[in-house]
């Protein structure tokens, strides 16, 4: 599966493929389809110009 890593304290995070999830018997893994990014949308006098994470290729 795809996953955003932040491997340290003000890195920026980063795509990689990571190992499906394992979980117990009587546990669940939730399929996240999409969440906002909470980055500020940019824009005129925005002071950000883009994201640091690429969108995925659909």
Known sequence: MRAVLVTAV???PELA????PAWPPDGVVVAV???G???P???PGSQHS???VPAPAR
């Not at 493929?17 to 499906?20: E, L, S």
């Open 50 to 52: 883009d994201s640091p």
């Open 37 to 39: 990014s909470g980055w």
């Open 10 to 12: 003000g890195a920026a």
């Open 17 to 20: 493929q990571v190992a499906d």
């Open 41 to 43: 949308t940019p824009g």
């Open 33 to 35: 389809e999409a969440t």
